[in-house]
């Protein structure tokens, strides 16, 4: 069974920074796609940025690009968002998920393991 937990949110001000983790359970992390998706209050769930099985593709919604990093690690089965210049519209919570395939898609409907979500609350 695939676990997905989450570490690393909180409050921030304005322009400072927050590094969310997510680490995975399963002996086969490394043979899928990750991605970060985030839900705001009232909003739908959207993606932020997602990353294929080895880290060669990442894509990242136009809004965070240039200010979030998406990484991994799959030795330590490990995906990593970085997050600078932090916005109070980038407040959500935020959610790790395990795609379907190798690939790093977009779409909700590729990913079958979520973790629980976290929340991000940036202050003005």
């Known amino acids: 069974q695939v676990q997905l937990v989450e570490f690393g949110g909180g409050l921030v001000q304005a322009g400072g920074s927050l590094r969310l983790s997510c680490v995975a359970s399963g002996r086969v992390f490394s043979s899928y796609g990750m991605g970060w998706f985030r839900q705001a209050p009232g909003k739908e769930r959207d993606f932020v940025a997602v990353?294929?099985?080895?880290?060669?593709?990442?894509y990242y919604v136009d809004s965070v690009k240039g200010r979030f990093t998406i990484s991994r690690d799959n030795a330590v089965n490990t995906v990593t968002l970085q997050m600078n210049n932090l916005k109070p519209e980038d407040t959500a919570v935020y959610y790790c998920?395990?795609?379907?395939?190798?690939?790093?898609?977009?779409?909700?409907?590729?990913?079958?393991?979520w973790g629980q979500g976290i929340q991000v609350t940036v202050s003005s």
């Open positions: 998920a395990r795609a379907s395939t190798f690939q790093a898609l977009t779409v909700m409907s590729a990913y079958e393991h």
């Open positions: 990353i294929s099985w080895n880290g060669g593709m990442t």
